[in-house]
């Protein structure tokens, strides 16, 4: 015991005195000379291969300053510095402990973005400027403007049913029919010269009233004789004038205005429902072009993110290896911090290809066309850095949906549809009964002979058929009636028809109400559907909304570490693998504050998509632009 207790206080007393620590290193200064630590030799950064370093002159090249990208030019893939761009002499003596670090590892660090360039050309875009152009240029948005007007036409040629239309007709006509053998012989001859003029008209309830003027002259050969019409002939001239109106009702089969006006009735329901389908595929549009931008904002920020810890690693790659080259840190120092570099580098470059993809995905969306297009990327300008979380109604918010979506309102605007359908299909199955008359006033003018029956006494003609029309002749002066209308037809008929077995109409009926009764099942189902989206929505808002409070947190106490990390890295109380995990933590802590933030976008595009604010909430009107899509598409359809 007491040997050992005196080795002990031997080993102490021989132990070196320590030394006072270095101003610029901060670690202590050992009295006991040690042996000078070989040499390392300088690894290449990560990236590209620039070949083999220079060693015969340890005075690093200048770096030169990146110029600003052409946009329209293909980029190159990313650049990396070069291993002397760090400042750090790759060959010659090392520094022994204790002597500061060589000049120039005390860089300003460089922009990300010029250090991990673009290998694409890009443009910088507005959200309200991609909206506006993918309204004017969405085929879908312009095929729905043509489709109003198409029902727009729809409507009209139903109501032209009720057009009033003109009738005309002109008949002339010439027999002769000789006697033959000992027949009688009435008329051996006729001329005759016939035209008619009347209006008709459909009328709601489902008659129809005509009314037309028939005016005739007919010249007919009689014999004087009708058993011998060698005696002699003679010409005997007809005129006559006959207005006639003839009104046609139905009284129970297609009788009623809502029967009659069935198809003017869906016509209008069609074009309401072109309405709502455009106003459906205008969301559906503008929903997709809005997720696909704040996609595209997404892999730009993640960009930017990866960039900055890329960057961040690299400038750490560039202080260790000056430490290295100074012989206070070891080669497995750099190559840890290495490894993490390229990890971090190959992140840069897959965050640079969904950047492209997004960006592709958003044009297509915008309907722009790839066939020599130079610029391929998307740089977002639109970026809602500040997103408040603000209280939601929900069941406000699933009854404005029930009132406001489109795909429900084009279901109950087709219901709609079909209870016109069930009327008019409930009206098949009464029997048919029509009813006609006729009044028809004429008058006539016709030549008058002597008892000779050869020399005619007075001539007729057209003013004296006029005359007969409103004063009544009767020669037998058997009509009482010596005033206007004294020569008149009036004819009255009833036709019925009745399907005793009626199977045709009644399976029709009951076909339509049963499809009346599917389709409202559709509509509550589509009802459902909608309302627990809503509550999903709301919920995906909710949250997001907690989920971007807690990741902002997150991000704070991250960087907040890192830092800390960092400077008990250059005092020598900590590692690079613990500055890297530090790195890590941000990295991640960033990527889900980014990822909530694109969630409650995308939670808030839903719910204006559902409640039917989407448009309205981005400024958006339809009416103007379905004007101006369907003009255009006129003047197109003239010029071609």
């Known amino acids: 015991m007491l040997s050992l207790s005196a080795t002990l206080f031997a080993a102490l007393f021989a132990a070196p005195v320590p030394g006072q620590l270095d101003p610029n290193t901060g670690m202590v200064t050992d009295v006991q000379p040690r042996a000078t630590p070989p040499t390392v030799e300088p690894r290449p950064a990560p990236g590209v291969n620039f070949g ?67 290998s694409f050309a890009a443009e910088e875009l507005e959200l309200s400027d991609v909206l506006k152009s993918a309204l004017e240029t969405n085929i879908d948005l312009r095929t729905s403007a043509i489709d109003i007007a198409i029902t727009e036409k729809q409507v009209t040629a139903a109501l032209g049913a009720y057009d009033v239309f003109l009738l005309a007709g002109v008949t002339a006509s010439k027999s002769v029919t000789p006697q033959r053998g000992s027949a009688f012989a009435f008329a051996i001859g006729q001329q005759q010269l016939q035209g008619n003029l009347g209006f008709e008209r459909k009328i709601e309830s489902g008659g129809t009233v005509n009314v037309t003027l028939n005016a005739s002259r007919v010249s007919t050969i009689q014999p004087i004789n009708f058993a011998n019409a060698a005696a002699g002939t003679r010409l005997l001239n007809t005129f006559l004038v006959s207005p006639s109106l003839t009104f046609t009702h139905p009284l129970l089969r297609n009788a009623g205005v809502r029967v009659n006006r069935a198809d003017i009735d869906r016509a209008r329901i069609a074009r309401t429902q072109m309405e709502a389908n455009e106003l459906n595929v205008a969301q559906t549009a503008v929903h997709d072009i809005i997720l696909a931008y704040w996609d595209v904002l997404f892999a730009s920020r993640d960009l930017q993110n990866k960039r900055r810890s890329a960057a961040t690693t690299q400038e750490q790659h560039r202080r260790v290896k000056a430490e290295v080259a100074a012989g206070r840190k070891s080669q497995l120092d750099l190559d840890t911090i290495y490894q993490s570099l390229v990890a971090r580098e190959n992140e840069v470059v897959l965050a640079e290809n969904t950047l492209l993809d997004r960006s592709l995905m958003l044009r297509q969306f915008m309907g722009q066309e790839f066939v020599d297009r130079k610029v391929l990327g998307v740089l977002p300008q639109t970026d809602p850095q500040a997103l408040a979380p603000r209280e939601i109604d929900l069941q406000a918010e699933i009854k404005r949906a029930l009132q406001a979506h489109p795909q429900l309102r084009s279901l109950e605007i087709s219901l709609s549809s079909r209870r016109i359908d069930e009327l008019v299909a409930a009206n ?22 002597d008892q000779s029956n050869t020399n005619p006494v007075t001539r007729g003609s057209w003013s004296q058929a006029f005359k007969n029309f409103f004063v009544g002749t009767d020669e037998a002066e058997i009509n009482p009636n010596r005033g206007p209308l004294a020569d008149f037809t009036v004819t009255g008929t009833l036709t019925f028809n009745y399907d005793i077995q009626g199977r045709a109409p009644k399976a029709n009926h009951e076909r339509v109400i049963l499809e009346i009764r599917k389709a409202e099942l559709g509509l509550r189902k589509s009802q459902q559907q909608i309302s627990m989206s809503v509550i999903r929505a709301v919920n995906a808002m909710r949250t997001a909304g907690a989920r971007m409070t807690i990741t902002s947190q997150a991000v704070k106490l991250a960087e907040s570490n890192l830092k800390a990390e960092e400077a008990r890295y250059r005092v020598g109380r900590s590692t690079s693998y613990d500055v890297l995990f530090r790195q890590d933590e941000l990295a991640l802590a960033q990527f889900n504050a980014l990822n909530a933030q694109i969630d409650y976008l995308r939670a808030t595009v839903e719910l204006q998509t559902l409640t039917g604010q989407l448009l309205p909430a981005y400024g958006l009107d339809l009416s103007s632009r379905r004007d101006a899509r369907t003009a255009s598409a006129t003047t197109g359809t003239k010029d071609r």
């Open 428 to 449: 098949q199955r009464l029997p048919q009964l029509d009813f006609r008359l006729q009044f028809q006033p004429q008058g006539r003018a016709i030549d008058k002979f």
């Open 52 to 118: 083999t370093s220079p060693t015969t002159s340890p005075t690093p090249p200048t770096r030169t300053t990146p110029c600003a990208p052409d946009p329209t030019a293909p980029r190159t893939p990313m650049m990396r510095p070069r291993p002397t761009d760090a400042g750090v002499a790759p060959t010659g003596p090392t520094s022994p402990p204790g002597q500061p670090l060589p000049p120039g590892s005390d860089q300003p660090p460089v922009d990300p973005a010029e250090l991990y360039p673009l």
